[in-house]
């Protein structure tokens, strides 16, 4: 079993940044991806970013060069460093972990463990 504990969403003007953090305890293998997907309502939940526990990552074609995914093997915690934000990123955020992946992925069913959110707002 794996938890995740999800931190530092909120409200931020268009343009602004957001840092997210999302805290993974119990159960880690050695080989693992890690991702933020959102969410707004009626829609699907969408990948943003995943890292794996070899350190490649990948992103969403909408969010690259504006969001920047990384981890702390450490602590076992993941960040999402969010600049340039716009009104269409405003979402609530998940962290979820995939155990045992190969490559990065942001398939959302590839991910068996997921955090309880924490919500984006973007004001224009």
């Known amino acids: 079993q794996v938890q995740l504990v999800e931190s530092g969403g909120g409200s931020v003007q268009a343009g602004g940044s957001l840092r997210l953090s999302c805290t993974a305890s119990?159960?880690?293998?050695?080989?693992?991806?890690m991702a933020w997907f959102r969410q707004t309502p009626g829609k699907r939940r969408e990948g943003v970013a995943a890292?794996?526990?070899?350190?490649?990552?990948i992103y969403a074609d909408s969010v690259k060069g504006r969001f920047t995914i990384s981890k702390d093997n450490a602590k076992t915690t993941l960040y999402l460093q969010m600049n340039s934000l716009k009104p269409e990123d405003a979402a609530m955020y998940y962290c979820?972990?995939?155990?045992?992946?190969?490559?990065?992925?942001?398939?959302?069913?590839?991910?068996?463990?997921w955090g309880q959110g924490t919500q984006v707002t973007v004001s224009s």
């Open positions: 979820a972990f995939a155990p045992w992946v190969l490559a990065p992925i942001l398939a959302e069913s590839g991910y068996t463990y």
């Open positions: 119990g159960y880690t293998p050695s080989s693992y991806c």
């Open positions: 890292v794996h526990s070899d350190g490649r990552t």
